[in-house]
Structure formats: C-alpha cells, structure tokens
C-alpha cells in the first residue's frame, strides 16, 4: 500500500495479482467496505489467461483522468494478472484534469513498486541455453492445437505443452543463434517459433481485436552466420522482426557474419553486419 497526498487530497494505492474478474469484484468489495467515506474508488486491471481482459475504471472522476493513467502504470510496465486501485479521500481543493492525471499516475506507480520489487529478478541473472537439437520438438499438429486450445480455455496453463513459451515470456533478455540456410533459418526453429506463439501467454487480444504483446524481454539479439552474403534475402530476421513485434519485444538486433565460403575471417562480432 501506497500513500500520496496532493493538494490535501489522499489517494491510497493498493496492488493485488488477480487470475479473474470475479478476484476483482471480491477485491474491490472488500475496499470498498473498508472505505465506505472514501470519495472515489478507482481501479484498472489487466488479466491474461484463458481470455485476455484489460479495464479501466473511472469511479465518478472526469472520464480518462482516473481509471486510464492507471491502466497506462500496467501497460507500461508490461504487468499482467495485476489489480492496481486508488482510493481518494477529496481534500476540498479540485486538482483539474492534468492535475488528476498525474497524481493517479504517481499513486499506480508507487503502489506497483512493492509489486515489481516481489518479481523483481536476481542482480546476477541466471543464463539459460537451449539447443533445440537436443529438444523433441516436432511441428504442430492439428490434434495439438486443439489440445492447447482445450487447455487454454481451461486455464490449465501449468501443462508441458506451454514450457517454451512460458520461458520466452518470463525471459529478462534473449539471443538467438542460426545459421543462415535457404534465404531464412532451419526449420527447427520454425517449429520452436510454433511452439511459442501462443494467444494468453506470450501475446493476447483485447476486446477491439488489437493484440497485446506479453512477453517481458525489451530486447533480442539474433545472431547468425552465412557462407554467402545475406543481400535483399534477410527473410529469416524480417520474420522474426515481426513475431517480435507481436510479442510486445520492442528492439531488434541482428549479427550476421557473412561470407564465411568465400574470404577468410575471424568468427566475431566486429566482423559482423549489425542490422537493426
């Protein structure tokens, strides 16, 4: 719980993992209880899971001053199965819009550090390698997708079938290594790609259609190598450029050591192309 008083005005912040809208409605019953001489109750959750639900909510305040900079706190921060609500107590002196804009801002800000602080990772981040040769990853089938499908509506998000894209999503950062064949990347990494590019975990939708990136990373790296040179032919990073951008990853890198079949090079960064 976070206090900030502004002009007078107190706005109590408060931030609660949730996992569905009816752990809303408890939450929020419950503060409203305990603060039943409170002027206004404002809230902005998003949930992902079997449905993707994001709201805001401006309890009586002027529309979009309350519900939606405390919603903009969430998305910002990329939190998801996350309630943030602010309970004002009116000091008597009226702040305008911009003036409650800010400060139900800074109240979902400091009630989301606590939050942050609890999932906050380790100073020395763990370095985990996956070498999808040694994987028994296999391209999806029909049966599989209405596997996930069942288990996705279900909630049932715990099953091996979500592994990767769990750890893609829970990653702090992430660098891709592949050889570049065929104008692209061999089809393992299609198949490891399918695997990841699932709907409530790694992206959603909101109720408008717009999807929602998920994932926590900011940035990935991919890194690759050819025996040619790449010219107009980068399809490979193109693709994986837009996964990224579904997936909310907002920055792109890529390494690629060309030319390996034709001159002579040391294999290092510095004598990569750096494309972005």
Not at 81 to 97: C, D, E
Request: aromatic fraction near 10%.
């Amino acid at each position: 719980m976070a206090l900030v008083e502004i002009k007078k005005s107190k706005f109590i912040s408060l931030c609660f993992e949730v996992k569905s809208a009816e752990d809303v409605s408890n939450i929020l019953e419950t503060i409203k209880k305990e603060n039943k001489k409170a002027t206004h109750v404002c809230f902005a959750y998003r949930i992902v899971g079997a449905e993707f639900l994001e709201k805001a909510f401006d309890d009586g305040e002027p529309s979009g001053t309350a519900g939606k900079p405390i919603l903009n706190v969430i998305q910002k921060q990329n939190l998801s199965n996350v309630l943030i609500v602010v309970v004002r107590y009116f000091g008597g002196i009226k702040l305008g819009a911009g003036g409650l804009l800010r400060a139900y801002s800074k109240a979902a800000s400091e009630a989301t550090k606590e939050f942050l602080e609890k999932y906050k990772p380790e100073e020395n981040l763990e370095v985990v390698e996956i070498d999808l040769s040694l994987q028994k990853l296999q391209p999806l089938k029909k049966e599989d997708i209405e596997k996930r499908d069942r288990l996705l509506k279900s909630g049932s998000l715990n099953d091996p079938i979500f592994d990767f894209a769990d750890r893609f999503r829970r990653a702090n950062y992430i660098v891709i290594s592949a050889p570049y064949w065929d104008l692209s990347f061999p089809s393992l990494l299609k198949v490891f790609f399918e695997h990841i590019c699932v709907c409530g975990i790694t992206f959603a939708y909101d109720e408008n259609g717009v999807e929602k990136g998920l994932c926590r990373c900011k940035e990935l790296t991919y890194i690759t190598t050819c025996g040619g040179y790449l010219g107009n032919y980068n399809l490979g990073y193109n693709y994986i450029k837009g996964l990224c951008g579904l997936f909310g990853i907002e920055s792109t890198t890529e390494y690629a050591l060309e030319g390996l079949d034709v001159e002579e090079k040391e294999v290092s960064l510095e004598n990569c192309k750096v494309i972005k």
